[in-house]
């Protein structure tokens, strides 16, 4: 595993080891996130994407932000240990990340323990009882997949095969799956699973294929999400295919080639904002978000993962900026009014959604934070409602 600190002065970023006793006028954030490992084609875009937040925003309230990285590997043991060096170690006042369902469960359990409040990169990692110190940046998977029934009614679509990770993420589409489909109609006739690090997929989908379904959902996301539709392709399946809005990455589309062409999937709207109405609200975002990266990474890449760690770090921004002056960094006291503050946040427009939180109520995101797009050949995404 790695760690780094990031100092931001006068807009350059200052990489370092990582030591305890930053000055307590500082903010601390520590991230755990996959920057290697299955999940790391999602974690080095929560990367960058944290990047352009932290040099867009270096400041706020007139207090610095200081990050702390740390990588878990894709590893849900190394995620939590991450959660608790950050927290007795480093003396974090909040944590953001994982790159994938598992190792964000792990590492939200910990923060969960301390009272650090923490900001959830990765949909389908919180568990009953945690909301009050956690927020969860992706849309929900039900308000997501509740887009694309109208299309599949449309489509004439009965019966719906379903393949999908063998872990939180792979559950979460399911669960949500099963409720929207019952009441449209539509029967689930598979519910096949695979790991991460999984190399094939042939028998669960010869078994999807002699089911006959009319369709195809898939419930993975990044670089191994790909491989059922690849396994799908060779086995000439000429269905429709359905995925979530986890499947709005580089790396899958890579990945997935010809095979993905002309499916549809929900996807927040960053991911089209150069087709969004030039006075939209997320067209605004995305280009800040836009000029922020390059600043911060280079080269300019269109990837939604990238762009829900940007809105994290504006949400955490913002809810800093609220809290200055009403608690000393470093300590409980500040923790809790920085909770506070996150749950209070109202209105925020950030690239994915317009966001509002309340205590209780993890999810910042409504109807405005979903469109439905089709993937085209070469890996366009074009809008279509």
Known sequence: MTSMRINLLAGTVLAGIAVAGAARADVTIGMTNSLSGPAASIGIPYDKGVNAGITQIPMAGGEKLILIKLDDASDPSAAARNAKKLIDENKVDIIIGSAGAPASL????????????????????????????QITIPQPTTLMLSAIIEPMKKAGVKTVGYIGFSDAWGD???DALMELTKPAGITVVTNERYARPDTSVNGQVLKIVAARPDAVMTGGSGTPGALPHLALAERGYKGLQFSSHASTNRDFLRSSGD?????????????????????????????????????????????????????GWLILADAV????????????????ALRDAIYS?????????????????????????????????????????
């Open 321 to 336: 900026k609220r809290t200055a002056g009403k608690a000393k960094p470093g300590t409980p006291e500040y923790r809790t």
């Open 172 to 174: 979460t589409v399911y």
């Open 345 to 385: 946040t109202k209105e925020l427009a950030g690239t994915n959604a317009v966001y509002n939180f309340k205590p209780g109520s993890p999810f910042g995101s409504d109807e405005r934070a979903r469109v439905v797009v089709r993937i085209e050949k070469g890996g366009a995404f074009k809008l279509v409602q």
């Open 259 to 311: 095979s993905v062409n002309g499916m549809m999937i929900p996807a927040g709207p960053f991911v089209v904002h150069d087709q969004l109405p030039a006075n939209s609200t997320f067209r605004k975002a995305a280009e800040d978000f836009k000029a922020s990266w390059i600043k911060a990474n280079g080269e300019w890449t269109n990837d939604a993962f990238a762009a829900y760690a940007y809105d």
């Open 106 to 133: 792990a590492a939200a359990g910990v923060a969960f323990e301390s009272k650090v409040p923490m900001i959830i990169l990765a949909n389908g990692a919180m568990k009953p009882g945690q909301q009050d110190w």
